[in-house]
């Protein structure tokens, strides 16, 4: 019996089992091309992504260390500033701190040794008043004398009770250049040179009789009169001592005359 035709399906292919497996294979191969691609394209961007978001995460910390309580550079040197300082910044700043002095010496030093510049004139006036220092000691300068001390001084003011002795040196014979500073030294310690000066002992006036009106002899007014006390003084000086000079000699050795 005849079979009965079927009809062609419309649209149907004459496609052999191994076109089928062709065609698989090229949509297996365009698959793995659009993976590759997506590989390729996102294989750049996502490192790069990533790098700016830890840029973005840097920039956002320094500036929070940079800008505490401010912004810009100064906030970042007063964090600097709040760092403890460490032992090598403590050497450097004492090795600052001895060059400073170093600097400071070496400039006293160049100052010292700089040559002192005189004026002329004060020169003169130092020599001037070392010729009358030299004058003035040598008028009050002392003496030895065959084993008695001398002393010279410059003659009183006038109208004074050490006028009046220094005048009348010459009378009993003593010289007023060698004798009178010895007969000045004497009187000044005994009774400063005063008409009424009395102590306990009873010696009385400017030489210092014992008792006061031994003088009596040198005039009647030996209470009041230094004249008639100095005659009297200088007589006793001769007797006794020869001079006035070996009087205060005495003096010297036993405090009294």
């Known amino acids: 019996m005849l079979e009965a035709t079927r009809p062609a399906l419309t649209g149907a292919t004459n496609e052999s089992p191994g076109s089928a497996t062709a065609s698989r294979g090229s949509a297996s191969r365009s698959r793995a091309r659009r993976k590759r691609g997506l590989f390729h394209r996102t294989g750049i961007v996502l490192p790069a992504l990533g790098l700016a978001v830890l840029l973005v995460a840097v920039v956002g910390v320094a500036a929070k260390v940079m800008s505490p309580n401010g912004s810009g550079a100064n906030s970042l040197a007063q964090a600097i500033d709040n760092l403890p300082r460490s032992g090598s910044v403590t050497l450097l700043e004492q090795e600052r701190q001895n060059l400073i002095v170093m600097n400071a010496a070496a400039s006293a030093l160049v ?98 009789a014992l008792p006061g009106d031994k003088m009596a002899s040198a005039g009647a007014d030996w209470e009041t009169d230094p004249t008639t006390q100095i005659k009297w003084g200088l007589g006793y000086i001769t007797q006794v001592y020869g001079t006035p000079c070996a009087a205060w000699n005495f003096e010297l050795a036993n405090n009294y005359y």
């Open 111 to 208: 100052i010292a040794s700089k040559p002192a510049t005189v004026n002329p004139s004060q020169v003169i006036a130092s020599q001037s008043a070392a010729a009358q220092a030299s004058n003035s000691s040598s008028n009050n300068s002392t003496s030895n004398s065959g084993g008695v001390t001398e002393v010279s001084a410059p003659a009183p003011d006038p109208g004074t009770a050490q006028s009046i002795g220094y005048n009348m040196l010459p009378a009993f014979g003593f010289s007023q250049k060698t004798q009178w500073g010895c007969l000045l030294d004497l009187w000044n310690r005994e009774s400063g040179w005063i008409y009424d000066a009395e102590n306990a002992s009873g010696a009385y006036g400017i030489p210092q």
